[in-house]
């Protein structure tokens, strides 16, 4: 299977190194980075989620009007929407971005963040709800008769969508997470299964935790999906000489009190909740580099916070750590720099090319040495 790379669609030029200069919500911004990542070589951007943010799918729709290629994957919480209304909202999503609709499925990592919308489950039971959304989300997407669900957190009874996706069967759903239950909702109900960047021995142990958990359900491995944070340079020693400067910046706004860890800290300061985060944590704790490239600082200093760890060097210096995650068996790269514009463009432009150069050699190999085998 080809490699794919997932960008950061954006509400306004706000991150961890510098505050927005503007609203909440700057749809010239949002639409410009977008056609960046359109026209550098991405294949995705995802539209975040979090209890106070602009309505992703809304962004999304209007995103979908200003571009032509690109795939948009909406990050959706279960708890925000009953599933047969979300059903019928993607799949008018999907019509109006003309097949270009995915859906990435967030269980919640924070008891703060859900509860700031209602949400007083706790996380297994979250995860069992997650589990039932998405088993609904396909029947809708995919039955042409009314169908009934009686299930622990769902009950409805002759449901039948009059809107179906273009897309055939149906869109592609995403999912992550590190905990026990995650592994299994994912392995067996997710297209793909996304993680966020760990050193390379990590990364093996989940991959074979999430092979074993499908193969207990009879299920294909899923696509793997491992999100990094690139800083990038013209040579390796001037790429950490700006990677130090970026972690003086989320610093200085942590000291200011612009930088938001989305609620996954306590507030008294002790571990995040979701193992995703303690894993990230866990990792910057035993150094701060790893493998070829991987670079935990960043991690710590925003206390596990999600998509935080970064790849430091050269664009060759980052295709080769990133061909070493391939190797794994990791088939889509998630990448957002943290000056997202800028970033979006140069990691397309000069990173992208080299990656997918060396895929396509790999795989012209394979089918040749494949062709001399049978001859």
């Known amino acids: 299977m080809p490699v794919e790379f997932l960008g ?16 909440a919500l700057d749809l010239a911004y949002a639409t410009k980075l977008a056609r960046a990542h359109e026209d550098n070589g991405w294949d ?10 602009p309505d992703p799918a809304q962004v999304a729709a209007h995103v979908a009007a200003n571009t032509e290629r690109l795939n948009l994957v909406v990050a959706h919480r279960p708890n925000t929407a009953y599933p ?20 990435h499925v967030i269980t919640g990592g924070s008891t703060a963040d859900q509860a700031a919308e209602g949400d007083h489950l706790d996380k297994d039971a979250r995860y069992a709800r997650t589990r039932e959304f998405i088993q609904i989300l396909k029947q809708a997407w995919t039955s042409d008769e009314p169908f009934d669900f009686e299930g622990e957190h769902y009950l409805f009874e002759n449901f039948l969508a009059d ?47 999430i092979r074993a958990a499908a193969a207990a359900v009879d299920k294909p491995l899923p696509t793997i999906q491992v999100a990094f944070r690139p800083i990038i340079g013209a040579t390796d020693d001037l790429a950490w000489r700006k990677a130090e400067r970026t972690l003086g910046a989320i610093r200085a706004q942590q000291a200011g009190g612009a930088v938001a860890t989305r609620g996954r800290l306590r507030r008294n ?25 991987l670079w935990t ?28 995650y391939y190797d794994l068996g ?14 979006a463009v140069d990691f397309g432009r000069h990173v992208i ?23």
């Open 8 to 23: 950061i669609a954006a509400n306004h030029d706000g991150t961890e190194t510098t505050a927005r200069s503007g609203g």
């Open 44 to 53: 995705r951007i995802l539209f975040a989620y979090h209890s106070g943010s």
């Open 84 to 103: 047969t209304l979300t059903a019928k909202t993607f799949a008018t999503l999907d019509h109006i971005s003309a097949g270009r609709f995915e859906v």
């Open 163 to 209: 809107i179906k996706p273009l897309q055939t069967p149906r869109p592609r759903i995403s999912f992550g997470g590190s905990s026990p239950a995650a592994y299994e909702v994912g392995a067996r109900e997710a297209d793909v299964f996304a993680l966020w960047g760990e050193p390379l021995a990590g990364t093996t142990e989940q991959i074979s935790t």
């Open 269 to 293: 300061g002790t571990q995040p909740e979701n193992a995703g985060s303690q894993r990230l944590l866990a990792a910057a704790e035993s150094g701060e580099h790893h493998d070829r490239a």
């Open 297 to 324: 600082a960043t991690s710590a200093a925003t206390g596990g916070g999600g998509n935080s760890t970064a790849l430091v060097g050269t664009p060759e210096t980052i295709a080769a750590a990133l061909l070493d």
């Open 330 to 343: 990791v088939r889509i790269f998630s990448a957002r720099g943290y000056h997202l514009y800028d970033d």
């Open 353 to 375: 090319p080299l990656v997918r150069a060396e895929v396509a050699r790999r795989e012209a190999a394979e089918r040749s040495t494949g062709r001399e085998a049978v001859a």
